[in-house]
């Protein structure tokens, strides 16, 4: 995790997978389980630029490992609003200002649509839609994220979205979500050290 690229990337994501698969087993064969994650881990890699840069994620992993019926993947995105992160790893996390989405990407197609249709947020069920095969670009934002990149496309990704997700929910204008408070004994490190959010 200190470094940066793909091998960081993908024993982080293979982690990931191990610790589900943990999980699953010691519930029981008949388990099942909810993962929360960010898009560029829970989306399938291969629908992405991800697989031609050597990376995987867990949602792509998943697919593989337990099958595409025994595995769902449900997307998140919005036009704008506001985001709670950090600016680098480490960093004091804050409420930033997500700007509007990039003209073509995903995301500026759904802002389109819930205008047309009058309605804050829609969700969209994948099942083979053949119009969302078109790779647009798709936002990406995390537990860092950096506005400035939005105008040269760096917080974006190449993006399939039917072959990415089975589902996703778009809300056209988000409010940052709050960090639950922790506490922690002195002397112990905190479950979510280093970063905490």
């Known amino acids: 995790m200190l470094f940066q690229g793909a091998d960081s990337w993908n024993i982080r994501d293979e982690h990931m997978l191990d610790t589900l698969d943990s999980l699953l087993r010691l519930h029981g064969p008949h388990s099942k389980g909810i993962v929360w994650a960010h898009n560029t881990h829970i989306g399938d890699y291969h629908a992405t630029d991800m697989v031609e840069e050597g990376y995987v994620n867990l949602g792509g992993l998943a697919r593989e490992k337990y099958g595409m019926k025994d595995t769902a993947l449900v997307g998140f995105g919005t036009y704008q609003g506001q985001v709670f992160a950090g600016r680098a790893w480490g960093a004091r ?85 709050r960090s639950i408070a922790r506490a922690t004994e002195k002397g112990k490190i905190p479950e979510t050290w280093p970063v905490g959010i």
């Open 93 to 177: 996390p804050e409420v930033m200002i997500l700007p509007p989405a990039r003209v073509k990407s995903y995301e500026d197609l759904f802002h389109r649509a819930a205008l047309e249709m009058d309605t804050p947020s829609f969700y969209l069920l994948m099942d083979g839609e053949e119009k969302f095969r078109e790779k647009l670009e798709h936002r990406a934002v995390g537990v860092v994220y950096q506005s400035e990149f939005e105008e040269h496309g760096r917080n974006y990704v190449p993006t399939t979205l039917s072959g990415r997700y089975d589902a996703f929910i778009f809300v056209d204008q988000t409010t940052a979500l």
